[in-house]
RNA sequence: UGGGGAAUAGUGUAACGGUAGCACAACUGACUCUGGAUCAGUUAGUCCAGGUUCGAAUCCUGGUUCCCCAGCCA
């Protein structure tokens, strides 16, 4: 996207409030010019839609100022983090089409120079070595409205703190010990700035340094330094992160080194589905889904097993906005965007998810013809194909009512349709189980001068149905897929109930016996088609050889479903 | 009850003292060999109360509501 785009078409401005202050940023010359920001994930999970949008952001505002955008992983907590993380967080940003090129860092590496920092801080009698346990820190922290008080350490020399420190690095203490903490105000109304712990002693294995520490830095002190070291000129957070910045502030100034600026914006929520690892884990964990990448997952793997491109998670998290209100985006407007990239470049192809079976009683036997049918009626581009026809077909169980309620147009005893791309056909018999009652069989006329689709004689049908050939179709596994949750705000639960009683009961249907046209034979593991009035499905990796299996992507809008619920409820 | 933030149609977002606009959703209608797509239209908004101003979503004062912070997580 060029930046031209990326403005305001009535303004001419920039899109949201930080490349406001980018695009002045340049104007006035504060960094000379330059651009520098960075996505900075913890390497301890899988990236989601909202983590999209972060680095969405990161890297859509080095790109439209000409800037470049480091990917780095903040690895600080080595009880948490692992290196499969790591792969899998690089293939989603990039599945997104973003490149961080040669700059791939790690917060890990800096832990020397992060000590360093830290001696000299302690060296300037801004930071000390508490003895006082994990407990007794937090008693004295105070609360949102009392101050805290003094560590009876404070008042340690500035050489007593360094040989501490230098021990506590040597592995002279065992875990939970000693921290070290920076001297600011016990009283400060920020709570952050109660002298926060900037080391911990930890005799844990890291998975890229391995045994080299035995303390490791809290964020709050490592990441400012992180942007600092990196000359990262705009360091965008989320809101939580407002709070942490004068303490940012004070290191940096203490250090006299480069100093970012931070820039904070709102996540967003999305309705019926969760974006927490709060929430996500445990549906993974007690199996309410089948792992992270399950297509009802908001997680990219998800989303991409589901057959979400990255343009429409992008045009998605483009008209999202970047704002500071904690907003809660209607999915609808994800599910738009989907359907009108999916539109443009799906090919359609005609599947029939609950079969019945049609015969054509005057259609010869043993004739087969092959009906030309258009593969995109978006792009021309995309030609043609010959869809088999014959006298045993099936269409969509749907498509027939034996008694037609108002308004609808599709098959009935004595009603006449199109079958696309065929003939027209008209009901002639209704063949249903004796002891269900159920509709097993249709039996229907076709007029042969139909072929195609058009009447010569210029009659008109009401609909048009789809259709595959007995004889030709494969059969194929099919998931439905719905909203995970019934509610728009699933944590929506009254005092003391589980939030996931919201949970939608019907998020999965498997339809195990589908029928598709044979071009669909060998279709590879993500590709994505249309099925003619059905939806967007694409092939699932758990497809073999033999038997193909789809989910879902998307369901096509569907009026006459809104036709019949109006219908219902006015009844 | 401390500190830091935020409030514009149902939802999201624009306006930078000068006609409150756009998108999604909803609803009409047109068209259609997908009840798809497309096209046209309708409904609907500045948190509240004062003030400044010829003129306020925007500036000022006071209030209301919501979010974040008391990890040796990030």
Redesign the pocket.
């Known amino acids: 996207m060029s930046s031209e785009e990326r403005k305001?078409a009535?303004?001419g401005?920039?899109?949201?409030?930080i490349r406001?202050v980018v695009a002045e940023d340049m104007r006035t010359g504060k960094w000379g010019g330059r651009v520098l920001t960075r996505f900075?994930?913890?390497p301890?999970g899988y990236m989601h839609i909202g983590h999209a949008k972060a680095f969405g952001l990161n890297f859509g505002v080095a790109e439209d100022f000409g800037g470049r955008c480091h990917l780095r992983f903040?690895?600080?907590?080595p009880?948490?983090e692992e290196a499969q993380y790591v792969e899998a967080i690089q293939e989603d940003i990039r599945w997104m089409g973003f490149d961080w090129g040669e700059h791939l860092y790690f917060?890990s590496d800096y832990f020397q120079q992060m000590y360093e920092y830290a001696v000299q801080l302690i060296r300037q009698g801004k930071a000390y070595v508490?003895d006082?346990?994990?407990?007794?820190?937090?008693q004295t922290?105070?609360?949102?409205?009392r101050p805290?008080r003094d560590s009876p350490y404070r008042g340690r020399g500035v050489e007593e703190n360094l040989d501490l420190f230098r021990r506590m690095k040597e592995g002279e203490f065992g875990?939970?010990?000693?921290?070290l903490r920076a001297k600011i105000d016990m009283a400060h109304?920020?709570?952050?700035m109660r002298d926060?712990?900037m080391y911990?002693?930890?005799h844990a294995h890291h998975y890229r340094q391995g045994d080299t520490w035995c303390m490791?830095?809290?964020?709050?002190w490592?990441?400012g330094l992180e942007d600092s070291i990196e000359g990262v000129t705009h360091s965008l957070c989320s809101?939580?992160?407002?709070?942490?910045?004068?303490l940012y502030d004070w290191f940096l100034d203490q250090l006299g080194v480069h100093h970012p600026q931070q820039i904070?914006f709102?996540r967003?929520?999305l309705?019926h589905t969760v974006m927490s690892k709060r929430f996500l884990r445990p549906l993974v964990e007690q199996d309410y889904v089948r792992g992270w990448d399950d297509p009802r997952m908001p997680t990219l793997r998800g989303m991409r097993r589901r057959g979400y491109t990255p343009e429409a998670i992008r045009e998605f998290l483009k008209?999202?906005?970047?704002?500071?209100?904690?907003?809660?985006?209607?999915i609808?407007?994800l599910?738009?965007?989907l359907?009108?990239d999916l539109?443009k470049r799906c090919p359609?192809v005609m599947a029939v998810l609950r079969p019945l079976r049609v015969v054509i009683d005057n259609y010869p036997e043993d004739k087969v013809e092959q009906m030309e049918a258009?593969n995109?009626?978006?792009d021309a581009g995309m030609g043609t194909r010959q869809v088999p026809f014959s006298r045993v077909l099936y269409i969509e169980q749907e498509?027939f009512r034996e008694e037609?309620p108002k308004?609808?147009?599709?098959l009935a005893p004595g009603r006449e349709v199109?079958?696309?791309?065929?003939y027209f056909v008209t009901c002639v018999d209704v063949v249903k189980d004796e002891r269900t009652g159920e509709v097993v069989e249709l039996h229907c006329t076709y007029d042969p001068a139909?072929?195609?689709?058009?009447a010569p004689d210029g009659r008109?049908?009401?609909?048009?149905?789809?259709w595959v050939s007995a004889a030709h179709a494969l059969e194929a596994e099919v998931r439905l897929y719905d909203h995970l949750f019934t509610k728009e705000d699933p944590a929506d639960v009254p005092e003391g109930e589980d939030w996931k009683a919201n949970l939608n009961p019907n998020s999965l249907e498997v339809l195990p016996s589908c029928r598709v046209e044979p071009s669909l034979a060998g279709a590879a593991a993500g590709s994505r088609y249309?099925?003619?009035?059905?939806g967007y499905f694409c092939v699932d990796p758990d497809s073999t050889a033999g038997r193909l299996v789809f989910n879902r992507t998307l369901s096509?809008?569907?009026?006459?479903?809104?036709?019949e619920?109006?219908q219902k409820q006015n009844r």
């Not at 903040?74 to 907590?77: H, K, Q, R, S, Y």
């Not at 006082?132 to 937090?138: N, S, W």
């Not at 008109?460 to 789809?466: E, F, I, N």
């Not at 249309?530 to 059905?534: G, P, S, V, Y």
């Open positions: 305001n009535e303004s401005r920039p899109t949201d409030f406001d900075p994930p913890e301890n903040d690895d600080t907590d009880t948490k917060a508490d006082q346990t994990a407990e007794e820190i937090r922290r105070g609360t949102l409205t805290g875990d939970g010990s000693r921290v109304p920020n709570l952050n926060p712990v911990r002693i930890l490791y830095p809290m964020y709050d490592a990441h809101l939580e992160f407002e709070n942490h910045r004068p904070e709102a967003f929520n309705t008209r999202v906005g970047v704002a500071k209100f904690i907003s809660t985006v209607d609808a407007l599910e738009h965007c359907r009108q539109n359609r258009v995109n009626p978006e498509d037609p308004k609808f147009y599709r199109r079958l696309r791309y065929a139909t072929r195609g689709g058009d008109k049908v009401k609909s048009t149905l789809h249309q099925f003619e009035r059905l096509l809008r569907d009026s006459w479903a809104r036709i619920l109006a």
